[in-house]
């Protein structure tokens, strides 16, 4: 157990859709970044909060949206979902200067 | 724009022998770099990383180098065994910012 949960493990769902990807950070982590890793392709960089405000964005899509609650868990939120959305989101969380610690992953499938 | 590459999609090695994985980047900004290892299923885990300020950090059987002048890294692991079979993921950040992923190395350790 890294210490990050992500849920739910695993989701399908239809074209045109919309979800709800939840993360929990690591006891006392401020920051949250969720990644993307697609069929053979590297983990993209998403969106990064800290402490409930957003810190930098990267590929996000418009489609997507994120954010991070008092309690520190974050979510993301992908809408009108469409075949090539089909793929692992991974969150990860940090300390200062930390090497990330990353959850489990949510795997994605559109259909 | 790829700052961070890893040219190699896949890599075997006797078990036994050295692993050699090497990654690029083309940011000068960057002064902190990372190993993760990931297993199918889970999340990427941190492996060793090392300052920019340093050429070389070993941890047992893993040792990375770092040639700045080159903009290149390497992983070295000495002698490979097959739970180190994984695919291997080169990151890089500076300050605080997002670690940057390359595309990984997937790593096959032969019996």
């Known amino acids: 157990d890294s210490g990050v949960t992500q849920t739910p493990k695993h989701l399908i769902t239809a074209t045109g859709q919309r979800v709800t990807l939840r993360c929990s950070p690591r006891?006392?982590?401020?920051?949250v970044y969720w990644y993307q890793q697609s069929l053979d392709q590297g983990l993209q960089f998403l969106i990064q909060?800290?402490?409930?405000?957003?810190?930098a964005k990267g590929n996000i899509l418009e489609r997507f949206s994120a954010q991070q609650f008092p309690d520190l868990h974050s979510e993301l939120n992908l809408s009108s979902l469409e075949l090539g959305d089909s793929a692992l989101y991974f969150c990860?969380?940090?300390?200062?200067?930390?090497?990330?610690?990353f959850g489990s992953g949510t795997r994605l499938t559109v259909v | 724009d790829q700052q961070v590459k890893q040219n190699s999609p896949s890599l075997s090695v006797q078990e036994g022998r050295i692993s050699i994985l090497n990654c690029d980047y083309t940011?000068?900004?960057?002064?902190?770099f990372l190993w993760y290892k990931k297993y199918p299923a889970e999340g990427p885990t941190f492996l060793i990383s090392?300052?920019?300020?340093?050429d070389k950090n070993e941890d047992g059987r893993f040792t990375v180098f770092l040639n700045k002048s080159a903009k290149h890294l390497s992983l070295h692991i000495v002698p490979s065994q097959p739970g180190d079979s994984a695919v291997y993921f080169c990151?890089?950040?500076?300050?605080?910012?997002?670690?940057?992923f390359g595309t990984g190395t997937r790593l096959t350790i032969i019996p």
């Open positions: 990860a969380s940090s300390g200062p200067r930390a090497s990330y610690t």
């Open positions: 990151a890089a950040n500076f300050g605080n910012e997002k670690l940057t």
């Open positions: 006891s006392g982590d401020l920051s």
């Open positions: 909060y800290y402490n409930g405000e957003e810190r």
């Open positions: 940011n000068s900004m960057f002064d902190y």
């Open positions: 090392i300052s920019s300020i340093k």
